[in-house]
């Protein structure tokens, strides 16, 4: 780009974004000349936009017109998000755009919307409507080049493999998306936006914007394998296969996706044939028979199994297992028995099969060569992994699978338990990693050459030290994982203890974190009590506090009046607190008098058996003598045994009520006890009924999972039958339509040739019958000829004819005479001839003039106008007429003159005589004539113009419009434009 193309860039773009940085956001996606080349293309672009030769509609419907913006914004997310996120960093800016991190697809999805919304069709600022349409123009332009630039650089090649999947970038569009190319998106997210007619891609290619990206089938076929019969049919994933084996990926060249014709399916896999031809694979199975394109195409399940077995021993087998290594491993196995040499140019399969025999021969069991059981594979494993398995009763026959796979729902818990869990089901559940491990499993039928996949796969790590160690420290972790699993299941069905059967981890950990919950919220609880109790034990210790103060300040208070008087307010909170405190103590001795008197109560109840008459003796008895004591006292004496009987009084009340105290405290605490004792209990029985729930919930929700699996495989089975007997019906009434069709065309031809042979035999019988009568016919004629007149021939009536023209003045004698020759010059060339001849041309020119415009003489000019049109098409006679002057100048004349027909005719003699150079001169020396058929010409798309505009229909219109395409065609014949 030259200084002044950047800096009018950076003009036409400063409403948009920074030239800088879009320049070095692109950097990191593309090259530096991918870079020149999408600013090249925008240079161009903006110079258009700018200079209003590529404009959106007014009033910028892409943003007003809710459905336009719709179905823009749906056309750009049929873009992959990746790439959209890229195409709308480079355009907008914004780093967070990158930072993707685990996004959900609908919320990614959404905000993306949200931006092509807001962001690249949105009003981000105030101005015209065609501002901001020639904004976003600029915006979707770049964006689109951008990214299809960007893809072409990172695309690989299909020489090298297939995109995405073999290397370069994820696909430009999404899967699901019906478009597949740049030039899609701008045609339909624009085509209705844009102002003006005609393709929007041929305009924008014309000023150098090109976009060239399109996104391949293959990049987006899904490879991965559902049913392996219905998947191969097509070839595109043999071919794959093929291509990964072989390394060489010129076959995907010649793969034809998308696949929807048979002829296609066919094709591919008779390309994929070819190349395993090529490397030596056998195309035949065990039979001996051929196996073909067609075959795979249909879907033979015999024949393609076959070819997948060659390609696996033939291509796949020298890749997995190393020759050295296996020979090897043999040497050392062979070295402690019996001295054999090993040759390492055998097959892969016999060092296979030797490797085999020589193991179980260690542990005692003797194997033949192609006759692997289930046994020898077993000791083949636990002689390298030294796992010792298990095993139920082996399946011998496919019955005694389907009864185990359709009975599965009707096990109990007995059955269940009956087995012992501590051991472990089969070899699968350690080998899982492994192609065709599911073979070691007990109730899967046992076929040996999935045993030699297995042992194939496994060759790579038995050989190998290091890789067998990590193997067998692997599959000792996942053995004391499952034996600590059996163990817990063993204890949790062990009756007696509790009714809880085994829980899986997800129900442990709910069960740990619901009792972690509860166990919070007793310390939560515990921590609440406490703190209630020592902020009751501080507000005590608070009021015990202001009492003493207040008792202190009394003393102040009647001092100083004056100083109470100011602190009014401090006085009246004391008092209040002195009343408060007087009413606490006074309720707390009614408390305690209570307490007496009830305890009074109940000792009076239990001392009823003893006299009322005794106490009162009693009673008096001890207070005679405490009476004369008293008054043998003096005052002193008596005030000392007062005093002493009041400490004895208050101290017995202050036992009494602490030993109550006691009682309620520790009765109290008991209670306490026993209702936590109580919570606690129905916690945990809660919580128990919630994980026993769940998990029976979880086992029913299990079986019932394993009976809607039985209930979708009987489904699938009996669909495929239905799907059989409805494809046999529909190829029964085919091959009935097809040969009904078959029989009527046969019909058909056989009733043409019948009808043919009719014809001919009815034409030679009708010529037989009258062969004499047209011999009459005949002789008549040549009677008729010899006595015709040489007066009476056409020739000779049309000079006569041409004669009375000039001396005749009857009009109605000169229209006839004018009709014979038109007649005579449109059916004989040589008739023309003769009337050039005899100057007939002149005499017609003169006729003209003298016509005026009624309607009869309009008659006799249209028959000379037909006869001059006659003599014109003849080449011979031509140029008689285009060296006549005058003849040109008069047609030109009643061409601008007239409006009917006779305009067609005249313009039709113009467009002959043109055809010659003479013609030609003289009609282009007419300069103010060809004026006038120009202005003629403009007057005419006028009206046609208006026509369309008032949407006019009929004959008027039709009219006007052929006569512009012949004025239209005369004006450039004769202006050479």
Not at 254 to 277: E, F, R
Not at 289 to 313: H, Q
Not at 702 to 729: D, P
Not at 919 to 927: H, I, K, M, Q, S
Request: net charge positive; glycine share 4%; with cysteine.
């Amino acid at each position: 780009m030259t200084p002044a193309m950047v800096a009018v860039l950076r003009e036409s773009l400063r409403e948009v974004c920074s030239l800088d940085d879009v320049k070095e956001r692109m950097g990191k996606y593309m090259s530096t000349e991918a870079c020149e080349e999408v600013l090249i293309m925008m240079c161009q672009i903006c110079k258009n936009i700018d200079e209003r030769r590529l404009k959106m509609k007014a009033h910028c419907p892409i943003v007003t017109d809710l459905r336009l913006k719709e179905n823009a914004t749906r056309i750009f997310l049929c873009y992959n998000p990746e790439w959209l996120r890229v195409g709308l960093h480079i355009v907008l800016g914004g780093d967070c755009l990158l930072q993707s991190g685990s996004w959900k697809r609908d919320k990614e999805v959404h905000f993306l919307k949200l931006l092509l919304e807001k962001q690249l069709f949105g009003q981000n600022g105030t101005g015209y409507t065609e501002t901001l349409g020639n904004i976003i123009l600029k915006r979707m332009f770049l964006l689109v080049a951008a990214l299809d630039r960007a893809k072409m650089e990172r695309t690989l090649p299909l020489k090298f493999g297939i995109d995405s999947l073999d290397g370069g970038s994820p696909p430009l569009f999404c899967h699901r998306a019906n478009i597949k190319s740049s030039q899609q998106i701008i045609q339909k997210s624009l085509a209705e936006a844009m102002h003006g007619e005609g393709d929007l891609l041929v305009h924008l290619s014309i000023m150098g914007y090109k976009l060239n990206y399109q996104q391949l089938a293959l990049s987006e076929y899904d490879f991965t394998i559902g049913n392996l019969f219905e998947d191969l049919h097509d070839g595109i994933i043999l071919c794959r296969v093929v291509q990964l084996l072989l390394s060489d990926a010129s076959i995907i060249l010649k793969v034809i996706a998308p696949s929807d014709t048979h002829k296609k399916k066919l094709q591919n896999c008779t390309t994929a044939i070819q190349y395993i031809k090529q490397a030596g694979v056998p195309i035949s199975d065990a039979d001996g028979v051929t196996i073909s394109a067609e075959d795979i195409a249909n879907g033979d399940k015999e024949l393609i199994l076959s070819l997948l077995w060659n390609m696996f021993i033939h291509m796949q087998l020298p890749l997995v297992v190393n020759k050295t290594s296996l020979a090897r491993e043999l040497s050392r196995l062979k070295a402690l028995a019996v001295e054999q040499p090993i040759s390492v140019t055998k097959s892969h399969m016999g060092l296979l099969y030797d490797w085999i025999q020589v193991v179980c021969a260690k542990c005692g069991l003797s194997v033949e060569s192609s006759q692997i059981d289930r046994r020898a594979l077993n000791y083949f494993i636990n002689h390298y992994l030294n796992i010792s398995i298990h095993t139920c009763p082996l399946k011998k026959t496919f019955s005694d699978c389907r009864k185990e796979l359709f009975s599965c729902h009707e096990q109990t818990a007995t059955a269940i338990s009956s087995c012992p869990s501590s051991k472990i089901e089969d070899l699968g559940d350690f080998l899982q990693d492994f192609p065709a491990s599911g073979i070691l499993a007990n109730d899967v039928l046992f076929d040996e050459k999935g045993a030699i996949i297995l042992i194939a796969f496994l060759c790579s790590h038995l050989t190998n030290d290091k890789r067998l160690e990590q193997l067998r420290n692997s599959i000792s972790g996942r053995l004391d994982c499952q034996r600590l699993e059996n163990r817990v299941s063993a204890r949790l069905r062990s009756p007696g203890k509790n009714d809880v059967k085994y829980q899986s981890p997800q129900t442990e950990k709910a069960a740990t974190i619901i009792q972690a919950q509860i166990r919070r919220i007793i310390a939560k609880n515990r921590y609440h009590k406490l703190k209630r109790s020592i902020s009751i034990l501080q507000g005590a210790i608070r009021a015990w506090s202001f009492v003493n103060m207040t008792r202190k300040s009394s003393c102040l208070t009647a001092a100083s009046p004056t100083h109470a008087r100011a602190y009014g307010s401090y006085s009246r909170y004391l008092i209040f607190i002195l009343e408060r405190h007087r009413f606490v103590r006074m309720r707390r001795s009614t408390i305690v008098i209570q307490q007496a008197v009830r305890i009074w109560i109940g000792e009076r109840k239990r001392s009823e058996n003893i006299e009322p008459f005794e106490s009162h003796e009693f009673l008096e008895t001890t207070a005679s003598p405490k009476t004369d004591c008293i008054e043998m006292c003096d005052g002193s004496s008596l005030q000392t045994y007062t005093s002493l009987v009041s400490l004895d009084q208050s101290q017995h009340k202050r036992s009494h009520q602490s030993t109550e105290l006691k009682i309620v405290l520790y009765s109290t605490l008991r209670l306490q006890r026993w209702w936590r004792k109580v919570l606690l209990h129905q916690s945990i029985k809660l919580s128990a009924i919630s994980i026993q729930s769940s998990v029976r919930g979880w086992l029913a929700r299990k079986q019932v999972k394993r009976i809607t699996c039985c209930v979708h495989v009987i489904q699938r089975w009996w669909r495929n039958v239905m799907f059989l007997e409805s494809r046999k019906r529909a190829a029964t009434t085919i091959q009935s339509h097809v040969r009904g069709w078959i029989a009527r065309q046969s019909a058909i031809r056989k009733k043409k040739s019948i009808t043919i042979i009719q014809s001919f035999v009815k034409a030679y019988h009708v010529r037989k019958a009258s062969k004499e009568e047209v011999v009459y016919i005949r002789s008549r004629i040549q009677k008729a000829s010899a006595q015709v007149d040489d007066g009476m021939r056409l020739i000779n009536r049309l000079i006569a004819a041409l004669s009375q023209i000039t001396g005749c003045r009857s009009i109605s004698s000169i229209r006839q005479t004018c009709t014979t020759l038109s007649i005579a010059t449109e059916l004989s060339e040589k008739c023309c001839e003769t009337l050039v001849d005899a100057g007939a041309v002149d005499i017609l020119l003169k006729q003209i003039p003298r016509l005026n415009r009624g309607i009869p003489d309009q008659e006799v000019l249209k028959q000379v106008l037909y006869t001059l049109r006659n003599i014109a098409r003849f080449p011979n006679v031509r140029p008689v007429l285009a060296n006549n002057p005058q003849l040109v100048n008069t047609i030109f004349q009643e061409l601008l003159r007239n409006k009917t027909d006779m305009f067609f005719i005249a313009c039709g003699i113009l467009m002959k005589l043109c055809e010659s150079e003479e013609g030609r001169g003289f009609a282009g020396a007419l300069r103010h004539h060809i004026r006038g058929l120009g202005s003629m010409v403009r007057g005419l798309e006028k009206k046609v113009e208006l026509d369309k505009r008032n949407g006019r229909t009929g004959a008027r219109k039709e009219d006007n419009l052929r006569r512009l395409g012949e004025a239209a065609a005369l004006y450039h014949l004769l202006t050479d434009k």
